[in-house]
């Protein structure tokens, strides 16, 4: 309860109700529940709430066609968000007005979910360029959910050795109606390779040039 409202649209989780048409259903992925009857129930007790019409009854197979973004405005406010803090805190010089207009964009981008400008919420962030920063990071982790984006992203600001390399928990509800919070997944990231990808092994026989990248051997 009492999350942004960005969460509900994004996120669909045990209790929610499933809206198909003009009908909703109220769905349990408690064991036995009937969002967990088949072997393809959510192993981590939550599903993606986004990209299918809602007015549409998936109760009887009508799911429309799928709407993904590949680039949305959204993308393009953050982006500028980003590259004008990063400029700031790296004392690099910038068009007059760039900083105020991307704190312009931030609160239009904000406001479409009814929220209010961060540095209402955060008014001691103000001027504070590495805080900013981190606050950016996050709006992009929530506004740009499920988009493609946050696999590259925390390799771009090399932090995956962290937010990527740790347990993940799942979210199960017990029979009494309790919530139990297992690991459901052990997540590896080593920086000494993961930042980079293998070179296949067709292209090196190709040109014997070509150097593996770290860790590949």
Known sequence: KGREPRFYVTVFFSGNKWLHGNSSTSISFAKGGNGNKAHDYPKSGYLCN??????????????GNLTFP?????????????????????????????????????????????????????????????ELIELCRKERRVELAFENHRFWDVRRWKIAEIV???????????????YSYPVFQNRVFDKAKHYLFPIPQSEIDKNRNLVQNPGWN
Request: aromatic content about 12%.
């Open 164 to 178: 990527d390399n740790k347990k993940v928990h799942k979210i199960t509800v017990n029979a009494d109606g309790t």
């Open 50 to 63: 986004r990209f299918y019409d809602h007015t549409l009854n998936s109760g009887n197979g009508q799911w």
């Open 70 to 130: 590949v680039f949305r405005l959204g993308e393009m406010y953050l982006n500028f968000i980003e590259s004008v803090l990063e400029c700031k805190k790296r004392n690099v010089a910038l068009p007059a007005g760039y900083e105020e207009l991307a704190m312009e964009k931030w609160a239009d981008l904000r406001d479409r979910a009814g929220l209010t400008p961060i540095t209402a919420v955060y008014p001691e962030a103000k001027g504070n360029w590495d």
